[in-house]
């Protein structure tokens, strides 16, 4: 198939806020103690440079974290900036079966796609430069910088943002000795750590969402019914949604099922299916073509992208819009569209996997599933009990409030950077 996307060769670009955070509306949601304690680590660490590095600068969870999240390191005062790994089309397909079998896949890796990753990695490593004291490197895609990065005067930090708790053998087995390099390495959860691997310091961080954030800032109900209506679905029927890239972990297609088992009890049910294209997911384009195949047979079947202009307004308007956001992962490092919906005060109906139920509160997580039909049930559940759905949304919100918002995670970080160079 024809890719539908132009990449950039290979090398090194700079990917620069174009926002600048706000901390006064950051403290308003943070306890004095947590907001001095932030203030402080920056203090701690001024004049220190930190780059972070991955693969793409939209399209996947990590692009979007590190859009909203490098600007507050910027306004908390400390230097830092987002680099870009590019590479051709074939990279980016090696990259996404890596990424695959991390989460369980098979795949053969065979000497011809090994030379191809280490290749990009070492001329992206001499692109870099050596201007900076800490980099963070995001993903399996850069993963091999540190080793070609050769001998500098900087901390190095690997952060995975992947449900690696039942990686493929042979991809673990070659990622292992290059993660080894790094002065730490993070994931979201301890069950995520790589079998065997002797990392020099291992830290858990969570991802968290942006308050602030176009996605999630408030917005009048009234314009969130407009936008969802000119769209050309109808706001006064049920509507389903989920947000997620078009990736089969993401099990858009078990969503499809799921829907029409609920529409069989529910005919006016509607479903809305958006997903952004990243650069560097060239097996996005294949599902892509299998859900608009779908939708094509359903009038009710809503399918959008960014390709088609659809932001993050559009977005944090459906959120707000629908009835029940689904997340029907079947693998899944975090999620972070489960943690906006519950800010936005909505029910989740999600897979019962990696980093999800940790955003879910506790008395709510029977709306964790593990099939299509039990997917169905919980949503036909919610979709006639709204009182139900209220009281999730309230408890969801002041959840996500206390453990998944922006400052926690820059905090955490912080700490791990502080850390780090005084290991040295």
């Known amino acids: 198939m024809e890719l539908k996307t132009q990449l950039p060769k290979v090398g090194i670009g700079r990917r620069c806020g174009a926002i600048q955070a706000n901390l006064d509306g950051y403290r308003k949601l943070m306890s004095e103690e947590a907001y001095e304690e932030l203030r402080t680590l920056a203090k701690e660490l001024e004049g220190v440079k930190v780059c972070h590095v991955n693969s793409t600068a939209a399209g996947g969870g990590v692009a979007e974290l590190l859009a909203r999240y490098v600007p507050m390191l910027q306004a908390l005062g400390v230097q830092a900036d987002w680099r870009l790994i590019h590479g051709e089309p074939d990279f980016f397909a090696i990259t996404k079966a890596f990424h695959n ?3 369980g896949g098979h795949y053969g890796l065979g000497k011809a796609a090994q030379d191809l990753y280490l290749t990009v990695n070492e001329r992206s490593a001499k692109a870099l430069g050596n201007d900076y004291d800490v980099y963070i490197v995001h993903d399996p895609q850069p993963a091999a910088i540190r080793h070609f990065a050769g001998p500098r005067d900087a901390k ?8 690696s708790s039942a990686p493929d053998k042979e991809v673990s087995q070659f990622l292992r000795p290059l993660l080894e390099e790094y002065e730490a390495v993070v994931f979201t959860m301890s069950q995520f750590v790589l079998p065997q691997l002797a990392a020099k310091r291992v830290a858990f961080i969570a991802p968290a969402i942006d308050p602030l954030a176009t996605k999630n800032m408030d917005l009048p109900e009234d314009l969130c019914r407009r936008a969802i209506a000119d769209s050309g679905v109808d706001p006064t ?11 089969p972990w993401k099990d858009p297609l078990g969503v499809v099922r ?14 809305v299916l958006i997903g952004a294209m990243a650069g560097d997911d060239p097996e996005g384009w294949e599902i892509l073509d299998r859900v608009e195949e779908e939708a094509a047979k359903d009038p009710d079947l809503f399918v959008f992208t960014n390709l088609a202009g659809v932001g993050s307004m559009e ?45 879910f509160p506790e008395p709510f997580q029977k709306n964790l599933v593990d099939s299509v039909e039990a997917c169905a049930e919980r949503l036909l559940h919610l979709l006639q009990r709204p009182g139900e759905r209220g009281e999730f949304g309230r408890a969801g919100r002041e959840h996500v409030r206390r453990h998944f918002l922006m400052p926690r995670l820059v905090r955490d970080e912080l700490r791990l950077i502080k850390q780090v160079l005084e290991a040295s």
């Not at 389903?240 to 890239?245: A, E």
């Not at 989740?348 to 139920?357: D, H, L, S």
Request: proline fraction near 5%.
């Open 156 to 163: 190095w930090i690997w952060r995975c943002h992947i449900d």
């Open 315 to 359: 977005v944090n308007a459906f959120q707000r819009g629908c009835d029940v956001v689904i997340q029907k992962s079947l693998r899944e490092g975090f999620g972070l569209v489960v943690s906006e919906a519950l800010w936005k005060e909505k029910p989740v109906v999600a897979g019962n996997t990696g980093g999800i139920p940790m955003q």
């Open 237 to 247: 029927r049920p509507l389903l949604l989920q947000v997620s890239r078009f990736d």
């Open 101 to 103: 079998a991390l989460q």
């Open 258 to 271: 799921a829907y029409r088992l609920v529409k069989e009890a529910i005919p006016t049910v509607q479903l």
